[in-house]
């Protein structure tokens, strides 16, 4: 196994990035957090993070990115109106040019670039055709490092759960509202332990233009998952709606988190970078987390279980 690099540029510190860093940063390395809030500068600080305020990745310091030897994008699709845009379209070309010491780089993509496969167990040579506007955003900014010219790797990341964000207290509070879509719709996803997990593992073993998924081991309907949930932690049983029901009561943005039908395949990821994960279904993770009796404030918002 290679040694990990001496320092890394996390392009969007937020939830995953910011475990990222506290992770590189407790195994010696340097760690660099872009920013565009003075206030989000002071809170990266205050984790031990390097934190640069920046209004485009671009507008780095040239001195500053020579030295960097590896690169996380995780920086959100822009929204310009109703239209989600890929700004990577816009900076990365002329900074891939001046990361002249990267001798790895990770996008943070999303398995919604895969859109609706009724179903079927889908890869990473599974044909992207994203049904929606944030899957072919997605799409759009891994092409575009997949092309920049850097030794990039693109991660294709399945609903982030973990400590401060899960639906436990969502779920405690009642009224917890899902669907019973039919044929039932699986969907899969990954705690953010075994995301990072997963990204030493690829700094170790860099290997250009690769794509991997990251997800667990079980893929579930969604309203099964709310309810096994639930009954694992004493909530109150959440209310499954009909389709009809749905449409009528639930926004178009929740419901097009859950309209796609897959079930994500990580065999790769087992077989190239995490032969066993800490967290191979959420029952492993209820089972070992106070968090289940503790009850705590997390966040909530159903969009928030899904790396869009």
């Known amino acids: 196994m290679g040694r990990l690099p001496d320092n890394i540029l996390i392009f969007g510190c937020g939830y995953v990035g910011s475990k990222l860093a506290q992770r590189c940063l407790a195994l010696g390395m340097r760690v660099i957090g872009v920013t565009r809030s003075?206030?989000?500068?002071?809170?990266?600080?205050?984790?031990?993070?390097?934190?640069?305020?920046?209004?485009?990745?671009?507008?780095?310091?040239?001195?500053?990115?020579?030295?960097?030897?590896?690169?996380?994008?995780?920086?959100?699709?822009?929204?310009?109106?109703a239209r989600m845009h890929a700004p990577q379209l816009d900076w990365l070309p002329e900074l891939a040019p001046k990361l002249s010491s990267v001798i790895w780089s990770g996008y943070l993509s999303s398995t919604g670039v895969y859109g609706d496969a009724d179903g079927a167990w889908v890869?990473?040579?599974?044909?992207?055709?994203?049904?929606?506007?944030?899957?072919?955003?997605?799409?759009?900014?891994?092409?575009?490092?997949?092309?920049s010219g850097l030794p990039a790797e693109v991660f294709r990341l399945a609903g982030i759960y973990g400590p401060e964000r899960n639906i436990l207290a969502r779920l405690k509070a009642g009224g917890y509202q899902a669907v019973a879509w039919q044929p039932p719709h699986y969907s899969s996803r990954i705690h953010v332990d075994d995301i990072v997990a997963a990204l030493l593992a690829a700094m170790r073993q860099p290997k250009a233009g690769r794509i991997v998924n990251l997800a667990d081991d079980l893929p579930m309907p969604h309203a099964e998952y709310v309810l096994e949930v639930a009954r694992l932690i004493g909530a109150p049983v959440p209310e499954i709606l009909s389709e009809q029901e749905g449409e009528q009561r639930l926004s178009p943005a929740v419901l097009s988190f859950f309209r796609d039908n897959k079930r994500v395949s990580n065999r790769l990821l087992h077989r190239q970078l995490l032969p066993e994960l800490r967290y191979p279904d959420f029952r492993t993770w209820l089972a070992s987390s106070p968090i289940r009796q503790a009850g705590t404030p997390q966040n909530n918002n159903p969009r928030h279980l899904f790396h869009e």
Request: aromatic share 2%; proline share 6%.
């Open 38 to 81: 003075s206030e989000r500068r002071a809170a990266l600080n205050d984790l031990g993070i390097e934190a640069v305020v920046a209004d485009s990745p671009a507008n780095l310091p040239a001195d500053l990115l020579a030295e960097v030897e590896a690169v996380v994008d995780s920086i959100p699709l822009a929204r310009d109106g």
């Open 123 to 147: 890869d990473e040579t599974w044909p992207c055709k994203a049904g929606s506007a944030r899957g072919a955003g997605r799409l759009q900014a891994e092409l575009a490092w997949l092309q």
